[in-house]
């Protein structure tokens, strides 16, 4: 153990035997569930960084997810294929807008509509 160590550990005891910590909030109650309990533990840290930075686990999958379908988009060449991409797209969009809006962030609403616009524009033709 090096002299830090020592030194925090030697304070940590003595503030527990002059009773520092008797009086704390939630003492004697369990600790609440952890929310990353199935993550491996390397991984936590970065999930908890990504967490303090605003992002969450669930809206990291949405945008893989929209990103995968925006690369098969550009790379079909069947309209039909392309359309169907299309309307897996616009519901990944929604759910990453709702995502967002719970954590009352506004979202990039301009490349919603620019695929909403490209969409329509097969549609009509």
């Known amino acids: 153990m090096d002299r830090f160590s020592h030194m925090t550990e030697e304070k940590i005891r003595k503030a527990y ?21 199935g993550i491996p533990d390397d991984l936590k840290m970065a999930y908890r960084m990504m967490k303090n930075a605003g992002f969450s ?3 990291m999958d949405v945008k893989k997810e929209i990103m995968s379908i925006e690369d098969l988009i550009r790379h079909s060449e069947n309209k039909m294929e392309k359309e169907d991409l299309g309307n897996q797209l616009n519901q990944k969009l929604l759910e990453y807008n709702r995502l967002m809006s719970k954590k009352r962030k506004k979202t990039n609403s301009s490349v919603f509509r620019k695929y ?6 097969k549609f009509l033709k």
């Open 17 to 37: 035997e002059e009773g520092a910590f008797d009086h704390l909030p939630g003492a004697g109650k369990p600790l609440p569930p952890d929310p990353l309990k």
């Open 57 to 59: 686990p669930d809206e």
């Open 116 to 121: 909403q616009d490209e969409i329509e524009d």
